[in-house]
């Protein structure tokens, strides 16, 4: 059984930095991609970034330049650096995988809270 567990959340003032992190538990095809989504509070969850098992990346145009996904194949392992964080970054994020291949399957976290706010 696949789970993706998250952690790095919390509450941090704004011009601050988290990092994310999130591991997967169980077999997952190699050949997938990992990502980040975030909910904010009466809105739809949207995408924040992605990366491709062979590195490529992929951003919310919003957030290009101050948030940086990276994975370690080998740990089953996507990160999520956010620097510069905003009130309006203030969201449940949630990681994602999404195999490409095989069964296509697609799994989430349960969400980790990130807090923006002096």
């Known amino acids: 059984q696949v789970q993706l567990v998250e952690s790095g959340g919390g509450l941090v003032q704004p011009g601050g930095s988290l990092n994310l992190s999130c591991a997967a538990t169980?077999?997952?095809?190699?050949?997938?991609?990992m990502g980040w989504y975030r909910q904010a509070p009466g809105k739809q969850r949207e995408l924040v970034a992605a990366?491709?098992?062979?590195?490529?990346?992929s951003y919310a145009d919003s957030l290009k330049g101050r948030f940086t996904v990276s994975r370690d194949n080998a740990k089953n392992t996507v990160y999520l650096q956010m620097n510069s964080l905003q009130p309006e970054d203030t969201a449940v994020y949630y990681c994602?995988?999404?195999?490409?291949?095989?069964?296509?399957?697609?799994?989430w976290g349960q969400g980790t809270q990130v807090t923006v706010s002096s």
């Open positions: 994602n995988i999404e195999e490409l291949a095989g069964r296509q399957r697609v799994y």
């Open positions: 169980g077999v997952i095809f190699s050949y997938n991609v």
């Open positions: 990366i491709h098992t062979g590195g490529s990346t």
